[in-house]
């Protein structure tokens, strides 16, 4: 029997049409991915606690088996204005709405209600494990010198698993991304063209597996949206942090990577609070690295991610 080789890896992933019921994605669903961390089982362990004349192992009963899958996506548009980015599907998954305006943008915008769910097919080197009913937290991490990357967290109900040979993927669609740097990358913050060396956001859903009789699902039961951003200090005249995090002042976040038309993405946050600053240095030179929370400020509104 040949052995399995780590790096030998396919997904696919597919919105569902009902909840938990296979939509049994395909080549054109591939999910090109990298810094995959897998568990394909987690269970509670249920005690039998027998009454016995004697010591010993009694053994235990597996409940809510589920699966948890992370990886990194880049951040890159389709190619082409108006079209839905080949990661559509997983943003959808985080519970954002999809609008496509025709020939100019895809928009992502967070619902509470009606979250889509997927199903997934990770094949490691020939051994297929499926999730069902699949939703998913999102995270945004941006760093100059490097890609800029979503990172996915997706829990789902556990399906199969079989030896299954790995199957095709198609890559058309997947676009390479250009690297964050001065000249692709503009991020403002409470009006401030920052000169930054990071910048986290976490979209911050709360899965909750729960196995009721009568229902099982994986679901979104909360959300709080936060960040990090580490910029270089500047003078309190040009932009005083520690006033704007004791006034409690909310201010928006803008940060648009790359130039083309159809590979852009924009990521906007409109009401931004500033935390605890805490100073650090790089290279010799002073900086803050800021905690942000991401306020909304009508419903639903805290993030919004724009493809053109």
């Known amino acids: 029997m040949p052995v399995r080789r780590w790096h030998k890896l396919a997904m696919l992933h597919k919105l569902e049409t009902v909840y938990g019921t296979d939509a049994a994605p395909a080549a054109t669903n591939a999910i090109v991915a990298t810094n995959i961390t897998f568990t394909p089982l987690q269970a509670e362990e249920v005690e039998r606690d027998l009454m016995l004349p004697y010591f010993g192992n009694q053994g235990k009963l597996l409940t809510a088996e589920h699966g948890r899958i992370e990886f990194d996506v880049e951040i890159a548009g389709s190619g082409v204005k108006g079209t839905v980015p080949k990661y559509g599907s997983l943003l959808r998954a985080c519970g954002m709405s999809e609008t496509v305006t025709a020939a100019t943008a895809v928009d992502y915008q967070i619902i509470e209600d009606g979250i889509e769910s997927g199903s997934v097919r990770f094949n490691a080197d020939g051994v297929q494990h499926i999730f069902l009913g699949a939703q998913a937290n999102v995270t945004i991490n941006v760093s100059p010198k490097a890609i800029p990357k979503y990172r996915f967290s997706l829990v789902g109900l556990l399906g199969s698993v079989t030896d299954t040979v790995l199957p095709a993927v198609t890559m058309t669609g997947w676009i390479p991304p ?8 503009v991020l403002t913050l409470h009006g401030w063209t920052a000169v930054a060396e990071s910048v986290s956001l976490d979209l911050g859903n709360v899965l909750t597996p729960r196995f009721l009789i009568g229902d099982e699902r994986v679901l979104v039961s909360d959300r709080k949206s936060t960040g990090t951003i580490v910029v270089e200090a500047r003078s309190l005249a040009e932009i005083n942090w520690f006033q704007r995090a004791q006034a409690r002042t909310r201010g928006a976040l803008s940060l648009i990577h790359g130039t083309a038309d159809g590979n852009i993405v924009e990521i906007t946050a409109p009401a931004v609070e500033i935390g605890v600053p805490s100073q650090g240095q790089t290279d010799g030179l002073i900086n803050y ?18 493809v053109r």
């Open 178 to 185: 250009v690297i964050v740097n001065k000249a692709n990358t």
């Open 289 to 306: 690295s800021l905690p942000l929370s991401l306020c909304p400020v009508s419903g639903r509104d805290e993030l919004k991610i724009k």
